[in-house]
């Protein structure tokens, strides 16, 4: 039976026109499957690794202010094209770490975040119902007992941290957790009952999370960091600062990697990076904070990582 606020957000969304339900069965309601291939590039590949599943859920991409939607539809076309675009250069960071799984979802537009007295709370539970519902149908038709990647940025780390507390959190499938990425968002150390931050690059069974700034700390986002959960994703612990020479690799729009782009300080709840040494570094002069880049900027230190972690898993499970 579905719960009181479930019930009052479809109620509320339905006047506003919006379907009760999304029917996850229906191929057309994923933006990935394993048998609904996204465009196979250089850098989005397939897995080898069939033991392993990967649920991404991708970030804000609603965020115009001419935009007065609180939520977006599944079908909608332009919004499909930007999901297309975050698959390209986010979820493509772990898509050689297992099967892929990609569902659209009725996500809330950015205000939502600063207005959740207004109407943002509404959105952002609305939009995770969508969510939920696709974990569900994934996990009874599709998970068969692999261990499973979480993996995310923004708004779909807030997702799926409430997936973790839904799912994972104490409960049996958390032995299933390979590891959840969920950085964007600022996350307490101790967010989880049972799911541990994890502080070094061969643990497996809990989370971690950054967040990405300039030297020139933007002060405006950074209070939304400040003493929350962070690692340094070059070296997945708690390193205080690395070297170019160890960053691996970040994933432009060029479809080029740069490797050895910039080095990184961990401060109190957040990564700051120097200016990327690359032939458009201008374009980071332009930027106030490196939020939009918490993923690519660190693409094959991710993709590296991810599998190091799958196959600890692995190990851990059969041997």
């Avoid at 229906?26 to 990967?54: C, G």
């Avoid at 609603?62 to 999901?83: A, F, G, H, L, Y």
């Avoid at 993996?151 to 957790?177: C, I, P, Y």
Wanted: hydrophobic share 35%; net charge positive.
């Amino acid at each position: 039976m579905k719960s009181l606020i479930v019930v009052l957000l479809s109620i509320y969304f339905g006047f506003l026109g919006f379907a009760q339900d999304v029917d996850y069965s229906d191929t057309n309601n994923w933006a990935v499957l394993p048998q609904k291939h996204f465009q196979r590039t250089e850098y989005f590949t397939n897995s080898m690794n069939d033991s392993i599943d990967v649920f991404y859920v991708y970030p804000t991409l609603n965020t115009s202010n001419k935009d007065k939607r609180w939520n977006v539809e599944i079908d909608d076309k332009e919004q499909q094209k930007k999901v297309s675009s975050a698959i390209k250069y986010q979820a493509s960071a772990w898509s050689a770490s297992g099967n892929m799984y990609v569902p659209y979802y009725r996500q809330a537009h950015l205000r939502s975040y600063f207005k959740l007295e207004d109407g943002g709370r509404e959105a952002l539970l609305f939009a995770y119902e969508d969510v939920k519902k696709a974990f569900e149908y994934y996990l009874k038709n599709f998970n068969k007992g692999k261990g499973i990647i979480l993996a995310g940025h923004s708004q779909g780390s807030t997702h799926l941290s409430m997936l973790l507390r839904d799912f994972f959190d104490g409960k049996e499938l958390q032995k299933q957790l390979v590891a959840a990425y969920i950085p964007g968002i600022g996350f307490a150390v101790n967010e989880f009952k049972t799911i541990p931050f994890m502080t070094s690059p061969n643990q497996i069974g809990g989370f971690v999370s950054w967040n990405t700034h300039k030297r020139n700390i933007d002060k405006v986002s950074y209070k939304w960091h400040k003493g929350k959960a962070c690692i340094n994703p070059i070296t997945w612990d708690l390193t205080p600062n690395s070297g170019r020479e160890s960053h691996k690799g970040f994933l432009f729009s060029n479809d080029r990697l740069y490797v050895k782009s910039f080095n990184t300080h961990l401060i109190d709840g957040a990564i700051w990076v120097t200016k990327p040494h690359f032939p458009y570094r201008y374009l980071s002069f332009m930027m106030r904070n490196y939020h939009i880049g918490d993923v690519n900027f660190f693409w094959e230190d991710i993709k590296e990582n991810s599998l190091e972690r799958a196959r600890i898993y692995l190990k851990q499970r059969f041997h």
